[in-house]
């Protein structure tokens, strides 16, 4: 080691200001024996490290010390050797204690020197050396001096402290990863789990190093899947990018999404995995929660028509192979219309969800009760003996009728309320779904003519022809008959309330029947075949009215048109639709289409070119009904469209449920950002209204901006509009 002694003097000196040495006596030594002095020297003279030789005594006397050390700290070996005090005055003197004590310790104990300190250069700046040593013992084993070696090993700190600094930016990245971020070694165990990942699986931060990830996390189906796919990520390399597993914790389970990676060393082996998650369990439930909007309806929560299709199918796939019979009840209420004007459609909306309670504790639960739309109900009667399934479907239809008996209470008024119920049985009268239902659907109309508060059996060969015409022909006949009629909703500024377009809402104005609602006939004639037809009326209808606005009051305003997507899909539509416009100088700007997303979405290689033709005729496209069919904005990158309408469902639940209005929001700022303009739709209450103000979405439309009604009952708006 170097010279012990002498310190106390050193002690004082600052860091960075060492005196210069003073003038000693000579005391430079010959290179030591043994071996042949001058070759050795050459060697440890050109080794990039200091070498010395000492004194075994309690000076420790420096006899030697080799020429490197003036590059390492500035003063000749000459210097060293000279002041026995320059030494430690070269020690950075926050070091200096813990060195004197290190060489007291190893001189006591005769064991070598071993330590890693700072020193100082003469010119002031600071380097790490590492020194160590070794004891000489003569022939007795007594120890007679030390010899060492003394390294910079600043470069080396240099690096591990930058390695260090991204080490630890990278974990410090890592723990603000929003994303759970889990690295698994072969075994599966934990190397490292970020604070997001502890955070999601709900467990103390730290615990679950080393310790088995997925049994800890997972549990039933999850972790057999889990094991499986990890256990074939280890053995083949290949494992599946994307999983959703639920991570189960004591205050219940999340639905995570995980991407994953399989990990290789630089020889290309497996070690591992790396997978990082995100908590989806609000996304999923709100799709759950729009899906069960999209197959519900949303006034009686009963399925809506989509869903009882999809049960009526399989019901008749089950009776085909259990030879069974399957009855299908068609329920209309009498006079609902009546209630509807009178009482308001509140109260309207309110029978129709009582009238869904008392059916539904009337029908068996192996019953399919449904709405078809309006006040039209359905129940599919599944698994009937065929002996006595028309017997059995008329008790039912029976029961039916009876569950209305008893009045209903609607706006503090008893209200008698009747209906007449059709029934078609298969195989009796039809062998598939859409048969089945406009058998049902006759036979109804035929209880209706006979009277209200009927059950009727379809009859192929009873009554006379009108009676016997299905909804289809009746379609069709009122189509030519121009039985439909036009009623118009106002879109509105929501922070104005100022009308800025209409939405041309189509009606069948059924002798019969009354009013009937789009949703009970627009979907029938697309399937049969007559929806350019009716298309084509409703656009005449629209032309038409535009003209009487123009001619009676000097309107010109936006009206909105929906097109259903078989209308989209003739190739001589758009031509259609900018000659009609032309013919009478309405400024196809003035003009938006409206196309559901499933339309925009499917088929995008047929669908896009037929938009771009619409909509280099100059009318705007628009999409409705977006978020019911789960696409993606993104998608609609590249289509050509103006607007967004974003479906009701989405601000039904607004402003009650935060995550609700979280979407909401990012629907519209994306929107705004895609260049669409938004419409939210369904806007029923103040608080709703206010959100869109504050979300900032430019229009809205809705029972409380506007109920859809004949053109005189828009009157004046439009004439404020246009004030
Ligand atoms: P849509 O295009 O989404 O039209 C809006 C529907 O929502 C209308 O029902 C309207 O009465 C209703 N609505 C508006 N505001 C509110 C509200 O605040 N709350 C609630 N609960 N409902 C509201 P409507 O008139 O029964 O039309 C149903 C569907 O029939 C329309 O949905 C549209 O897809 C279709 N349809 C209507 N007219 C036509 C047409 O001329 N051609 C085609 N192809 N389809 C049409
Ligand atoms: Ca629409
Ligand atoms: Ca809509």
Redesign the pocket.
Known sequence: MLPTGAAAATRRLRMHQIPPPSAAPDRALPFPEPGPGALWRGLVEQIPAVTYVAEFDAGATLKYVSPQIEELLGYTPDAFLRDPALWYACVHPDDLDRVRREELRTFESRTPFDCEFRMVHRDGHEVIVWERDAIITDADGAPTHTQGVLMDVTPMHLIRDELDAERESARRYLEVAGAAIVVLDRAGRVELLNRSGYKLAGHPEGTLQGRDFLGTVLDGDDLAEARTVFAAAMDTGHMPPSTEWRLVRTDGARTVAWTHRVMRDEHGEVIGTVSSGTDVTERRAAAAQIAHLANHD??TDLPNRRLFGEHLELALARAARAGHAVGLLYLDLDDFKLVNDSLGHSAGDRLLVEVAQRLRARVRDADVLARHGGDEFLVLLGDLDPATAAEDAKAAGRGVLDALAVPFVLAGMEVHVTGSVGISLLPADAFDAESLLRHADAAMYQAKREGHDQVRLFDADRGEPRQRLSLTSRLRHAIAEEQLVL?W?PIVDPATRRLEAL????RWQDPVRGLV???AF?ALAEQAGI?DR??EL?LDLVVRQRVRWRQDDGFEPTVH????PR?LRNPRFADRVATRLADHHIDPATVVM?I?ESTAMQDPGQVRPLLRDLHDTGVRIAI??FGAGHSSLSRLVGLPVDMLKID?SFLARVPADPASAAVLSAVVALAGALNLQAVA????TESQREQLVGLGCPLA????LGR?GPAHTVRGQLQRAAA
Do not use: K
């Open positions: 949303p006034v009623h909703q939405e041309a809402l189509v609602m789009p949703d627009v929806i009716l298309g409703v048109v929906n097109l259903s209308e409206e559901t409705d009904d009701r739709e369904g806007v029923e439309q809705g029972f409380l859809p």
